[in-house]
């Protein structure tokens, strides 16, 4: 079995007490997690959602999106996932682009959703975590999820370019189990004992893979912040004994500014890593040396699930640098003829490997322009020095579409 909802079944079966999510005071431990999952599997197949069907998710960094997104996929169905700040009319375009089924919803985004749901002709129902128990209360679940092959969707990731184009990036079973596995094990390192704070959106691509579920298969616990304030982080890091931080640039910047105002102790943390942007100017070392941990920058798209390149722990680092290939992924530097350039010539940087998407849900054309003979084409602009250390050249302080 490949199914992705198995790593929670087996977590719960190894730590059932073990606590798997905190967030604003709401306790859930492996057990009450694997249980949600699977009594919202049983309410949503109520809905004749069968295995491969579409169930949209627009939810914010809370417990009921791990357990929707958990259930769905225990369901056998695909999660198809969505921003809680898109407008009715890009959330009505993702529905209807993957014909999917139901729609979940948080109460901030009711209006926008419900309407672009039953414009697209889904069914929307709201969800947070004490209607998730209404719901689902008079259902038992299986024990364990559907059985899917490793090529099955299991995540939907949408995209909109600058012109308002919409693209889904499929994400299979094995995309995301071998993505979650490297994160876990070889970036991060991840046990039981570890605490990690979830500070970018689950939504994403990066998030969700280097936050929710790198954290679940490996015993681990999320603590999630709905939104992001540095102050606040920094005060769960304390509260919590937080060991690793998940976030952007931008936000490391922000705690960075912050943490002389606290007076906090923030010893515990051991590893934090960065995805998007690169961090700006002497940012990495300044936070190293402040919070006496290691900050790890990476590369990845939505459209490579999402880790491509990782700066990996124990090896040389270099400034500016998103780091070398993760395990079992290959990058490369190409011209307009996708000729492969010499050393420390820029070009389009291009991804081969485990990670790369099966491709844009319905969408062959754009597929088949996007994944060249294997090779995933990113659309960044970089070069990779004699060392094989890959570098993003003109990025700016928003990432592209598809980036993580």
């Not at 079995?1 to 079966?13: G, I, K, P, Q, V």
């Not at 975590?129 to 899917?148: E, H, K, W």
Request: net charge negative; glycine share 10%.
């Amino acid at each position: 079995m490949t199914n992705l909802s198995l790593f929670l079944t087996e977590s719960a079966d190894m730590y059932p007490g073990a606590v798997a999510l905190r967030c604003e005071g709401v306790t859930t431990t492996y057990s009450e997690l694997a249980d949600q999952a699977a009594r919202f599997a049983a309410y949503v197949c109520t809905h004749d959602v069968q295995p491969g069907d579409r169930v949209g998710i627009m939810l914010g960094n809370r417990p009921e999106f791990a357990a929707a997104f958990y259930g769905i996929l225990h369901a056998g169905a695909v999660a198809v996932l969505l921003d809680p700040l898109r407008s009715a009319r890009e959330t009505q375009m993702a529905l209807m682009n993957t014909n999917a089924r139901l729609l979940f919803f948080a109460a901030s985004c009711a209006p926008v959703a419900a309407k672009a749901a039953l414009a697209a002709g889904a069914s929307p129902i709201e969800l947070d975590y004490d209607t998730l128990d209404v719901l689902t209360d008079d259902f038992a679940g299986r024990p364990r999820p559907v059985s899917r092959a490793a090529d099955d969707d299991a995540v939907i990731v949408h995209q909109f370019g600058k012109t308002g184009a919409l693209r889904g990036a499929e994400l299979t079973h094995a995309n995301l189990v071998t993505t979650q596995a490297v994160i876990a094990r070889s970036v991060l390192d991840l046990g039981p004992e570890d605490v990690v704070l979830g500070c970018l959106p689950l939504f994403h691509a990066f998030g969700l893979t280097c936050g929710l579920m790198a954290a679940i298969c490996t015993g681990s616990t999320l603590v999630l912040l709905p939104g992001f304030d540095a102050r606040r982080a920094l005060e769960m890091v304390a509260a919590q004994r937080v060991t690793v931080i998940e976030a952007a640039p931008s936000m490391y910047t922000e705690m960075l500014a912050t943490v002389d105002r606290c007076g906090l102790e923030l010893g515990s943390l051991r590893v934090c890593i960065s995805c998007g942007p690169a961090l700006p100017g002497d940012t990495r070392r300044r936070y190293e040396e402040r919070f006496g941990c290691v900050l790890l920058e990476g590369y990845g798209l939505s459209d490579s699930a999402p880790a491509a390149c990782f700066n990996h722990p124990g090896k040389l680092r270099k400034m500016g640098s998103v780091g070398s290939p993760v395990s079992g992924v290959q990058m490369r530097v190409v011209d307009e003829r996708r000729k492969e350039v010499p050393v420390g010539t820029t070009g389009e940087l291009q991804v081969r490997g485990h990670n790369v998407m099966k491709g844009y849900w319905n969408q062959p054309e754009a597929t088949a322009a996007a994944i060249v003979e294997g090779w995933l084409c990113s659309g960044e602009t970089g070069f990779v020095d004699d060392d094989g250390y890959f570098y993003i050249v003109d990025c700016t302080a928003t990432p592209s579409p598809g980036r993580c």
